[in-house]
């Protein structure tokens, strides 16, 4: 059974780049489906933030491609997430997941979710 | 973006209650949605998919139904393991979203 991890820091400041990882253990990034990120601000829903298949161009968020980058590294069997310019708007619980099917030509569901991470933007 | 709008936003039930909440999006997406289910301090579940396909191993208490702009989400008779937030999410169209949420609780 899959299973994802969320680890970085807690506390980024603002204007600064927060930077994510999620270990992946029990199924290889290489082999098949989509990974990506889902958001949740405290108190509030979810926002899809972007995902990817393994050695194929990602799909973002409009509201924040030009602030994100997604990629995985199949040596350590992991995927990250680089946010730059960060204000308190973007304080969440960060969760990655994993994605069946790519949300474009086909049905798409997040079947596996890390146990998600908060991150605080402040000084 | 393709808005979506659950109601209620919260709702206190009896357990053995029958409850339905109800999704409703903007534009067309056929059956184009996903239901999952949210304890506190949890990562989402996935329940329903497709609009009507029950996910492996989630309980036949759950169904799901509706095409088009109109949803529904059920719960046959409502159990104290249910309490939490459950979202709607289309992936009709990019970028994915979800509904509001609706809080369930036991009354």
């Known amino acids: 059974q899959v299973q994802l991890l969320e680890s970085g820091p807690g506390l980024v400041k603002p204007s600064e780049t927060l930077s994510l990882t999620c270990g992946v253990s029990g199924y290889l990034i290489s082999d098949g489906y989509y990974w990506g990120w889902v958001r949740q601000a405290p108190g509030k829903g979810l926002e899809w933030i972007g995902h990817?298949?393994?050695?194929?161009?990602?799909y973002f968020n409009p509201s924040l491609k030009s602030r994100i980058t997604l990629s995985g590294d199949t040596s350590r069997n992991q995927l990250s997430l680089k946010m730059i310019s960060v204000t308190a708007a973007d304080s969440a619980v960060f969760f990655c997941a994993r994605f069946r099917g790519n949300c474009v030509t086909t049905s798409c569901q997040i079947d596996s979710w890390g146990q998600g991470l908060l991150v605080t933007v402040s000084t | 973006d393709i808005q979506m709008t659950q109601s209620p936003s919260s709702l206190s039930a009896s357990v053995g209650d029958r409850v339905t909440i109800t999704c409703q999006a903007s534009?067309?997406?056929?059956?184009?949605l996903n239901w999952y289910h949210q304890k506190p301090g949890k990562a989402p579940n996935l329940l329903i998919y497709?609009?009507?396909d029950l996910e492996t191993g989630v309980t036949s208490r759950f169904s799901g139904d509706g095409m088009g702009t109109e949803f529904t989400f059920t719960i046959s008779s409502l159990q104290p393991e249910d309490i939490g937030t459950y979202y709607c999410q289309q992936y009709s169209r990019l970028p994915l979203t979800f509904g509001g949420g609706t809080k369930v609780q036991i009354k």
């Open positions: 990817f298949y393994y050695g194929e161009e990602p």
């Open positions: 534009h067309d997406i056929h059956r184009n």
């Open positions: 497709d609009g009507v």
